[in-house]
Every structure is written in C-alpha cells, then in structure tokens.
C-alpha cells in the first residue's frame, strides 16, 4: 500500500511533519566503563572515547565503541594483555615456590 493511496484527511500532517524531521539521534556513552574498562573520555574532543588499549580514538556513540569492543584489533591486543599479566602472575608463584624450597632445604 503506497503513502499516495491513503487519504490524506486521516493523517495528521504535524506527526508526518515532525517523522520527517527527525533524525535518530546517536547516544553517546555516558559511561565508558560499563562497555570496557579500557575505554575512557578523550581529553581533548568529548565527542570521541579513546582505548587505552589499542591507542585509537572511536566516536563517542554506543554503536562505534561496541564495534570497537567486539573488533579484532582490540580482541588480538586483549589477549596479549591478558598473556602479560598471567605471565606476572606465574613468576610471582614461581618465585614464591623457590621460596618454599629453600626454606625446606635449609631446614
């Protein structure tokens, strides 16, 4: 059914009006944090966020950062992050076990 074929009398021409003139309007993210904690506020233009994590500014809009997010730059720069802290982690438990062996040795 085309828009043509109605009759005009039953459409209110202010709604039609104001549906024409709108446009979607793009949310921008009142909170970084809550799509990654990565994602922070850049500093010197609030209309984009800046991943600390790949060092790259994204438009400060819900659909741009949750791209962003599930892209595979930030996926492949997340697993090295994630690769360099269980790397810490394990010296830290490797070096508390010699720890341990020394002192069961010396006793």
Known sequence: MHLSSLNRD???TDDIEK?????PKELS???PDSISRFLGVFKNDTRFLYCMLTRKKVNNTVDHATRHVDGWHYKRKMYEF??????????????GLQRVRRKIENE
């Open 10 to 12: 039953f459409l209110p």
């Open 19 to 23: 549906l024409i003139n709108t446009k």
């Open 29 to 31: 993210v009142e909170n």
């Open 82 to 95: 994630w690769k360099t802290q269980m790397l810490k982690k394990k010296k830290v438990l490797e070096i």
